[in-house]
């Protein structure tokens, strides 16, 4: 079998990792595919390729014309073109805009806005999902698109841009009403919000908070600000594709339509952690407490940071946050005592002393009181654990739990 799908981003490998996984239980397969990247079509190897069956990203109808010619089986995992003979699997786009869109309401945002690319299909189908939740919410949607809409057969680049749309981005950045949420179409975008939120001197995520798709560990973790990011996903929706294609080579007739898979939920990360206050002096004591508890400051740190009198920080605390400036501070140490005993090895002292805390011992003892576990098993539930291969090995399918219940069967429509 043929795979043309681009392993340069995130998804792709999603999508590879599930077709390999079946593969694996099912096989063997014999798979021929090159590494590439999201705007390759057809690799000059398929035109004289003679195999069984084909799991594509088709994403012009030069490649579904090669496709068509071998007369084998074949499924498209890209979904955006509408007349194209084989059944397409793919992201539930407009649902992912949905969840972008609930995630910031939950946190008490009025003011949203879409920075997408106009004219890419899943741009477009997650910008209508965002709108239209924000609608239903009682709210508007400021929209910035990257580009006119063209039609073409071409793919445009999604991460493309000149000092042209750099100048009417920071334009539009200034223009929105703060504190505003902001939802990127994907996570190169989303990086691009938080670098020019820094350069226009833009509190993230008070003023201006960001998330973005595709939960790519790399871009959301460089960020200036680790990226909130909407978790597709993709290593399902390529293991089913692989079992469709396989029952599709034994002879099953494929069904009409496209199937769509709902996103897994948000990876949470700095752009997003915030509640929307409109307070500016409370906005500025928030900000603070982020960016130095983990330096051991106590309240009377805060209150000279924020001219405001104990009483009356605690009183704001108290009504808009949920709790006081102290249990704030040990929040957002707490939190980061957690990030490190995940992400690294160092011991219960160093963890303690970089998240601002004097002794580990008292560490500990706060990290059993607010989460029900000791430190190191936290660490050990956390952390993930080795894949489960052979005969003990467990796979979710569509036909059967709560994967099931997230696909969906949806008319391919013409744009």
């Known amino acids: 079998m043929a795979l043309l799908i681009e392993t340069s981003r995130v998804y792709g490998r999603g ?72 059944p397409q699997l793919r992201s539930d786009a407009e649902a992912v805009g949905r969840l972008a869109a609930q995630h910031l309401l939950e946190r008490g945002f009025r003011h949203f806005a879409f920075c997408g690319q106009d004219g890419v299909d899943w741009s477009d189908l997650r910008r209508s999902g965002f709108e239209r939740c924000v609608a239903e919410a009682g709210f508007k949607c400021d929209v910035f698109e990257s580009s006119p809409r063209t039609q073409t057969n071409r793919i445009p680049r999604p991460d493309a841009h000149n000092s042209d749309y750099e100048l009417r981005l920071g334009q539009w950045l200034r223009t929105l009403p703060k504190p505003v949420g902001v939802m990127g179409y994907n996570d190169v975008r989303g990086r691009q919000l938080l670098s020019f939120c820094r350069n226009l001197g833009m509190a993230v995520p008070y003023e201006v908070a960001v998330i973005g798709v595709d939960n790519d560990a790399v871009l959301c973790e460089l960020s200036d600000l680790p990226l909130s990011s909407v978790m597709l996903d993709a290593h399902t929706i390529g293991y089913e594709a692989a079992a469709l294609l396989d029952r599709m080579m034994a002879g099953e007739k494929p069904a009409q339509g496209r199937l769509l898979l709902a996103p897994k939920g948000i990876a949470t990360r700095h752009s997003t952690d915030v509640l929307a206050i409109e307070d500016r002096k409370l906005t500025t004591a928030l900000r603070f407490i982020r960016e130095r508890a983990c330096e051991g400051i106590g309240v009377s740190d805060v209150l000279k940071a924020v001219p405001l009198a104990r009483c009356s920080l605690e009183r704001q605390f108290s009504r808009i946050v949920g709790h006081s400036p102290h249990a704030e501070i040990l929040r957002v140490k707490l939190g980061r005592a957690k990030q490190l005993l995940i992400d690294s090895d160092l011991s219960l002292p160093d963890v303690a002393a970089k998240a601002g805390f004097h002794y580990a011992e008292y560490m500990s003892r706060i990290f059993k009181i607010k989460t029900g576990l000791t430190p190191g098993q936290f660490r050990n539930q956390a952390r993930p654990q080795p894949a489960l291969t052979g005969k003990n090995a467990s796979v979710r399918r569509v036909v059967s739990g709560d994967t099931a219940a997230r696909w969906k069967a949806s008319p391919v429509k013409t744009r």
């Open 15 to 86: 999508l590879l990792t599930g077709v390999g996984q079946y593969h694996r239980l099912h096989g063997p397969w014999s798979i021929e595919f090159d590494e590439g990247d999201l705007l390759e079509t057809v690799p000059d190897w398929f035109k004289s390729w003679r195999g069984d069956g084909v799991i594509a990203r088709v994403k012009t109808y030069e490649m579904a014309k090669a496709i068509a010619k071998l007369k084998v089986p074949a499924v498209d995992l890209y979904g955006c073109l509408p007349d194209i003979k084989m």
